[in-house]
């Protein structure tokens, strides 16, 4: 590698994703995008804009709207050697496809001993907070983390987004890839224009602390950390863990973290009941139960229908609901 600085370009998030598609397309011609209006349109988000030009309608190709359809196809595809990333307009119409990922995907390398494997990058949008309805907005990783034989990444930063998003495409096995689509342009971040990879299963320590850990992922990164800085003004000190990978989840990150500080707090938008909130807290209680001073608190969305938009505000978690679980947890 050169001496030299590598080259950067300001990126939001969604155009990460689509650098992230441009570089790995150009690296591998395996690699085929496919998906309703990712062509002569660009997508939905316009996360695929200028790669039907670039790479031809060969391997960048429209398909009709049938998610079954389109993850079923992918998944003949990455059997016989291709590197499929199909995108789904929006996570709440995944759930046609679900028998696609979960019964075949998801089993192929177990099914087939190992003859075969499922290298097939399945992306789409989730989360609230953009005044869709509910479909387009539910939060739903918890489903996909629960199956065996899929991997679950939600990028939180541009940077993270193009590494993550080609670590994915690499990988030899099947990955959902959830892009909060919240933040999709709410801010830019400096992105090598080379390839490259970030680590699947590795969490990251946005913030550094020694009073309370908080635990999250994806768009709620980010009033997490605004929420952090707030209460440091009351001498309180947190440590910001940035999930990332959901599945294989980096329980040494959570652990360690928790060892150190005694406290936690875990943040995500999905529903509370059957939330990774409470697997991270399991975790913590069969890991660093001696280290525990204090009641494990979750800041999550409701066990309600996602609401529409005059109810939306009240149903994500939001700084104010952040910083009062953290000073719960820090006085309890």
Known sequence: MSTQQ?????????????DGLKCEMERDDDVIVLGEDVGKNGGVFRATEGLYDEFGEDRVIDTPLAESGIVGTSIGMAAYGLRPVPEIQ???????????????????????????????VVRAPYGGGIR?????????????????????????????????????IRDPDPVIFLEPKLIYRAFRDEVPEESY???LGEA???REGDDISIFTWGAMTRPTLEAAESVAEDGIDCEVIDMRTLSPMDTD???????????????HEAPKTGGL?????????????????APINRVTGFD??????????????????????????YEA
């Open 6 to 18: 590598a080259k950067t370009q300001n990126l939001t998030l969604v155009q990460a994703v689509r």
């Open 90 to 120: 929006f996570s709440g119409f995944m759930y046609p496809a679900f028998d696609q990922i979960v019964s075949h995907a998801a089993r192929l390398r177990s099914r087939s001993r190992g003859r075969f494997t499922c290298p097939m």
């Open 132 to 168: 869709a309805p509910e479909h387009h907005a539910e939060s739903k990783e918890a489903i996909y983390v629960h199956e065996a034989g899929l991997k679950v990444v939600i990028p939180s930063t541009p940077y993270d987004t193009k590494g993550l998003l080609a670590a994915s």
């Open 197 to 199: 990879t970030v680590e």
């Open 204 to 206: 990251a320590t946005r």
């Open 253 to 267: 990150a959570i652990i360690d973290s928790f060892k150190k500080t005694g406290r936690a707090v875990i943040v």
């Open 277 to 293: 909130a409470g697997e991270i807290t399991a975790t913590i209680q069969e890991n660093a139960l001696y280290y525990q001073e």
């Open 304 to 329: 309600v229908p996602y609401p529409l938009y005059a109810l939306e505000d009240y149903y994500l978690p939001e700084n104010t609901r952040i910083e009062d679980a953290i000073r719960e947890t």
